[in-house]
């Protein structure tokens, strides 16, 4: 795989690369480094900096405009940022009482805005009712969303959660709006041991994505866990108890043997703009491809020396990329400043391809 | 700041006190806090507050009618807890209608979380009398718990599969309804739950039969209360804790600094005060000596002043310790006088009589007039001795008491001040105090004039008083070099008269712990009245203080020097103006000197004729002094002159020049100027003098020295307008002086200015505060003094003032002043002196431009600047500046206080390094 150059100089958080809208694609990521960086990606995989913004706090997530005129980050600064590339001028959007975790772009045909999900529980007043008339599903808030409008210093609405945003996933399509065809799924850590969560009843969710169906309709999202495991999971499905299931992932051994099994955390994933199959990466250092539909694992990788903590694809699924870091599943004993941290990108035109057609 | 504080004492008292000390302490506190929040609106809704308030209302008696008053006063009408503690309390109390009432006020106002409200409501619906009664906080747990009750069916999407599941995750459905409530209902609906666990059985069924797992994880990191921690929440607090001791390092580092920086400034003053006491202990010796001294002289020469008597008098009053045999021949005189205060009228008169010789006869009635006045012997002595200080001197007074003589005035005299190591500042007081007691307010101006501090210089020269020699210092020499008339004068005659001048000195000393720059400065200006004053004295014997415009009318430019400490002060204020002078011919200068000394010299007669005809007239009391009355206790600072003060602003060639002429008392000087057409016309409206207090020399450049005064101001005599001004030796100047006076003013920990100079975090450039202001630019020309439109063609000896004009050899006006702007900005750009070049017929300043952040404007400013076509046609410099002023406050408004921070850093390091 292709390593890209410049990698931050901390662990790598997010990434995330352009929308279609701009020609080439560009990569940004975030770092515990407090900053965001900026590649140009091209058509060889060559990897070409371009620029990085920085926020006073370990940055957390990121995520494109619509246009790709932007990048929005969140970070540990409690502020959401957003990052004019034209203009080079990043300026405080959000702002929450705790860290800000998550960070989704929503583009609906009437306004756009930004989500951030923080791990504070401040009850924040909106007042627009609009984005949730438009949300067909919000997948058990159990943290504080804000949306935000760029323009304005108040967040639009605000939803209270009960506990910290640990994960989100927002698809927004460009449809009526009472066609309600954005898909939202935000996660949550449940309090305590108790079995909050939707698919793992005891599992702590580290990581969430929306899954669309064939006519580009969200249907449903994936879910992974700490302890080496993902759920599909079908909003509305005909058939809850069929469609709706798990798979392990991420862990070191068959259990046909003896020896305990070592289970990691899913750190990532991401879905194939045009196959629908899935990436996951996890803490063990691997990375895998997954067939939803057909329930079939498509590749799994050699496992790289550090976790791997962070994954997308490009617009058109060609790249994918994952970030090899440590992501602190076993706390500051195991962090090794020294260990450098890389982006590779990785062909996945061919690799993702669903094999069966069902 | 307060209110933060003290919420962080009640966090702590709450978190971390054993109960028992709790309960003690609690109610003041909370009753502080509600007192310190309470006015703030902010707070009233503030959770964290509210909850405060409720808590106090356990100490409160009774309760219900504080909670009415924190309603009323709008605390915690937005939350639930308020209503239902309160109507707790009012069930508690068995008011059962006014808790539903007050539930309904809650409901009214749609407090949150509502549910909570809409539980207590239902249950007061239901209340049965029998049952038995809520306990306390206990309520309000079995309310939030029983929103199970509350639970909507579920919604659209949601499928509960597990009611035991749904029972379980009570807290994030109630939460979910609680967002809902508040987001107003419409928004409800949206929020769709799902709580998919179809496969929830098969999962967790699975994972029991899987072989023996581990969790690659350290799931004992992850542990926190009654939840977990995600990596990076681990993380993140990991980073937020290291965040925190760095800010709070800093933020110790930043108190240690703040800490060093009270403490130099402590130091200074310690030391200022050690000098002080120095001096003090400097000049009781001194005294002695002189007194031995001037005996010895009396022995000697007997017949040679009038003075030496009342010298060797006055020293043989204050010493009693030591031998009065010297001036016997006096002594009896005086005999009678300390108890009877009519005899010091006859003993003055028989004084007077005595100096009917040219020993500065003025001089010695004034004195007199005073001992009349004061009814007092060893006032008397001590004018006498003084002649022109007729401030209380310390020795004096503390020989007085000695000979426990019953003056009113001495009271107040701590009379063994040096012995008794008291502090030079109680001291000053004092003797203002007296002073003002004594209800000699014209003398007091007088004083407040005089009171030229001096350093232990003084000390050194008062042990041989008579030797009165110029002690030539740079600026002396320079001045002397400048000035030829003044040079003559300034080489003073060994005369007697000047022990008089001596202890004059010495008592300045005592007042005052100053800088020996200044010492030596002030003194150079003393010597030269003294010489004038010997000739005065041969000139003019028969003028008394009684006619002060006959005397004015006749005196001459010596006159002034009978005055001395007058003149001392108008000598500063001529060279004050010097800049405009030193493009005049040397007669003019001098001519123009001795205008302001005779106006000086005016007012002091003036003030003695007063004295003479209303003595009992309190409301002559300078303004002057009477500020220093009050005020000087408190810094302990020397008065060094009273001068009436006109600052003369150019405003087209951004000339400041200012001009000073001695004078506290406004009548006088009003009086002055009816006398004295043209010197209004360079002083200015009479009315628009002022009085300044020169309160210290705080910089000194090569040629000029900066001082720190205070326009007094009458009728607010705490609310003093600091002035700097600057007093030039010479014609030239140097750029540098504002900055060094901000150094000093550091240094000699006058931060009171500067503090508010930090405080302030406007941009407003034109506010003087701002930053550092020039106070000018080196080179001045009165142009009112020529007819307009005169250009020159002479130029200063100092070729780096030189502007393009001068250098080319054409006629300038105004281009020094463009010349001078340039050539302080270019200082301050490159931190060096400018040096211009001739670059293809376009004047330059050398150095590269490239660097400096806009450089651009820069470079056009100094083409501006430095490329003047000719005398008429003058480049707008309003123009100029208001570009530079947008640039300015565009580019640096933001960081105006940060960069003043820095500033003062900057000049703290400076000094540290300058020690």
Not at chain 1, 209 to 214: C, H, N, S, V
Request: glycine letters at 6%.
């Amino acid at each position: 795989d292709i390593e890209v150059t410049s990698p931050p100089d901390d662990s790598i958080s997010c990434l995330a690369f352009s929308p279609p809208t701009l020609p080439g694609n560009f990569l940004i990521a975030g770092s515990w480094a407090n900053d965001v960086r900026c590649w140009e990606v091209q058509d060889n995989g060559q990897t070409i900096p371009k620029a990085q913004q920085m926020h006073t706090g370990p940055v957390l997530d990121g995520c494109w405009s619509d246009d790709g005129s932007k990048v929005f980050t969140a970070s540990c600064d409690k502020t959401a940022k957003m990052w004019d590339l034209n203009s080079n001028q990043a300026i405080q959007i959000a702002q929450h009482d705790a860290p800000v975790k998550t960070i989704h772009w929503i583009k609906a045909p009437n306004y756009s805005c930004v989500m951030t999900g923080s791990w504070d529980k401040t009850l924040k007043e909106g007042h627009s009712s609009v984005l949730l008339a438009q949300l067909p599903a919000c997948v058990c808030l159990f943290s504080f969303h804000q949306f935000w409008d760029t323009r304005s210093p108040t967040p639009m609405m605000t939803l209270q959660l009960p506990e910290r945003c640990y994960c989100a996933d927002v698809v927004s399509l460009n449809v009526g709006p009472l066609e309600r065809k954005a898909g939202l799924a935000c996660l949550y850590h449940p309090k305590g041991k108790s079995a909050v969560g939707l698919a793992f009843p005891y599992l702590q969710h580290r990581c969430v994505a929306i899954f669309k169906d064939k006519v580009n309709k969200p249907t449903g999202f994936a879910l992974g866990s700490i302890e080496g495991r993902v759920a599909i999971h079908y909003i509305n499905p005909p058939n809850p108890a069929k469609d709706n299931f798990t798979f392990k992932c991420h862990r070191s051994n068959g259990t046909n043997t003896s020896a305990p099994q070592d289970i990691y955390a899913v750190n990532g994933i991401a879905f194939h703009p045009v196959h629908g199959t899935l990436a996951t990466v996890g803490s063990d250092g691997r990375f895998s491809f997954w067939d939803k539909d057909a329930r079939t694992k498509l590749k799994t990788s050699e496992q790289l020396d550090q976790p791997i903590s962070a994954c997308c694809f490009n617009h058109n699924g060609n790249i994918f990329a994952y970030a090899s870091s440590y992501d602190w599943s076993k706390g500051h004993e195991f962090y090794n400043p020294q260990k450098k941290n890389y982006i590779f990108l990785r062909n996945a035109a061919e690799e993702l391809k669903p094999r069966n057609k069902k | 700041m307060d209110e933060e504080k003290t919420a962080r004492y009640v966090r702590w008292v709450e978190g971390s006190l054993p109960p028992q000390e709790r309960k003690q302490r609690l109610p003041r506190l909370l009753e502080q806090l509600l007192k310190a929040f309470l006015a703030d609106g902010r707070y009233h809704q503030d959770g964290r507050f509210v909850d405060r308030c409720i808590k106090l209302a356990e100490f409160v008696n009774p309760p219900c009618v504080y909670f009415d008053y924190l309603c009323g006063q709008g605390i915690g009408t937005t939350a639930s807890a308020f209503y239902i503690a309160w109507a707790q309390q009012l069930v508690k109390e068995g008011l059962i209608q006014c808790a539903v009432s007050v539930v309904q006020k809650g409901l009214r106002n749609q407090a949150q979380p509502q549910e909570n409200l809409q539980q207590l409501y239902c249950w007061l619906q239901n209340y049965n009398p029998w049952n038995p009664p809520l306990q306390g906080a206990a309520t309000v747990k079995p309310l939030q718990t029983s929103n199970a009750e509350n639970q909507i069916s579920p919604q659209t999407g949601v499928t509960l599969n597990d009611v035991a599941y749904t029972c379980r995750n009570q807290g994030p459905d109630s939460a979910g309804t609680q967002s809902c409530s508040s987001e107003g209902r419409q928004q409800v609906t949206c929020v769709t739950y799902i709580s998919k666990s179809e496969v929830l059985p098969t999962s967790s069924s699975s994972s029991a039969v899987e072989c023996k797992q581990v969790a690659m994880y350290d799931k004992n990191l992850l542990v926190c209360e009654g939840s977990e921690l995600s990596f990076e929440e681990l993380r993140a607090n990991r980073y937020f804790k290291k965040y925190e001791r760095f800010k709070r390092q800093k933020e110790q580092e930043e108190e240690e600094k703040e800490f060093v920086r009270r403490k130099e400034a402590a130091v200074l003053e310690l030391q200022a005060l050690q000098h002080k006491l120095e001096q003090l202990t400097q000049l009781t010796k001194s005294l002695e000596e002189t007194r031995l001294e001037s005996a010895s002289t009396t022995s000697v020469a007997p017949n040679k002043t009038v003075v030496h008597p009342h010298v060797a008098l006055s020293a043989a009053l204050q010493e009693n310790r030591v031998a009065l045999c010297q001036s016997s021949g006096l002594q009896p005189q005086q005999g009678p006088v300390p108890d009877q205060p009519q005899s010091s009228t006859l003993l003055s008169k028989s004084l007077t009589l005595e100096s009917a010789k040219p020993a500065g006869h003025w001089m010695t009635s004034a004195s007199l007039m005073k001992a009349t006045y004061r009814k007092d012997t060893i006032a008397t002595q001590r004018e006498l001795r003084e002649v022109q200080n007729r401030l209380v001197d310390p020795p004096c007074s503390n020989s007085a008491q000695e000979r426990a003589h019953s003056d009113s005035a001495v009271q107040w005299s701590t009379g063994e001040e040096h012995s008794k190591k008291t502090s030079s500042t109680g001291l000053t007081t004092c003797m203002d105090v007296e002073v003002s007691r004594a209800g000699n307010a014209s003398f007091a101006s007088g004083n407040a004039s005089q009171a030229t501090p001096n350093t232990s210089l003084g000390g050194a020269m008062q042990a041989t008083p008579f030797k009165v020699q110029p002690s030539p210092t740079v600026h002396t020499k320079e001045a002397l070099d400048h000035d030829g008339t003044l040079k003559a004068n300034v080489v003073a005659p060994v005369v007697p008269v000047f022990s008089i001048f001596e202890d004059e000195d010495e008592k300045e000393n005592n007042r005052i712990p100053p800088p020996k720059t200044k010492t030596e400065e002030l003194r150079t200006i003393g010597e030269r009245p003294m010489t004038e004053c010997t000739e005065e004295e041969t000139r003019t014997p028969e003028f008394l203080q009684d006619d002060c415009i006959v005397w004015n009318a006749s005196c001459t430019n010596k006159t002034l020097a009978s005055c001395p400490n007058n003149t001392r002060d108008f000598t500063e204020a001529a060279r004050l103006v010097s800049t405009p002078f030193s493009y005049l011919s040397v007669h003019s200068r001098q001519a123009l000197e001795d205008r302001v000394s005779k106006n000086d010299l005016q007012q002091m007669d003036l003030e003695f004729s007063e004295e003479l005809h209303k003595k009992a007239k309190t409301k002559k009391l300078s303004p002057a002094l009477n500020l220093i009355a009050r005020h000087e206790e408190s810094q302990g600072n020397a008065i060094t002159a009273t001068a009436s003060h006109k600052l003369h602003e150019q405003t087209t060639n951004c000339r400041a020049e200012y001009s000073l002429s001695v004078g506290g008392d406004k009548t006088s000087q009003e009086k002055l100027s009816g006398t004295e057409q043209d010197r209004t016309a360079r002083t200015g409206e009479p009315s628009g003098s002022l009085s300044v207090r020169v309160d210290c020399l705080v910089g000194e450049g090569a040629f000029a020295q900066v001082y720190q005064a205070s326009v007094l101001n009458a009728s607010d005599p705490r609310n003093n307008q600091k002035v700097i001004f600057k007093k030039s030796s010479t014609a030239p100047k140097s750029f540098m002086v504002t900055l060094n006076l901000i150094i000093s003013c550091l240094e000699k920990g006058k931060y009171l200015p500067y503090v508010r100079f930090l405080d302030n975090d406007t941009c407003d450039i034109d506010d003087l505060s701002h930053g550092l202001t020039l106070i000018d630019l080196g080179q001045s020309i009165d142009m009112k003094l020529f007819p307009e439109g005169t250009a020159f063609t002479a130029k200063c000896e100092t070729s780096g003032f030189q502007c393009i004009e001068m250098l080319t050899q054409k006629p300038w006006n105004y281009q020094t002043d463009y010349f001078g702007i340039a050539a302080t900005v270019y200082c301050m750009l490159f931190g060096t002196y400018m040096q211009v070049k001739n670059e293809s017929g376009t004047w330059k300043p050398e150095g590269a431009f490239r660097r400096l952040v806009n450089a651009e404007l820069w470079k056009e400013f100094f083409d501006i600047m430095l490329n003047i076509p000719n005398c008429h046609s003058l480049p707008s410099l309003t123009a100029l500046r208001s570009r530079l002023k947008d640039l300015f406050c565009k580019s640096y408004a933001k960081e105006i206080k940060f960069l003043r921070s820095r500033l003062v850093v900057l000049l703290i390091e400076h000094k540290r390094s300058r020690k």
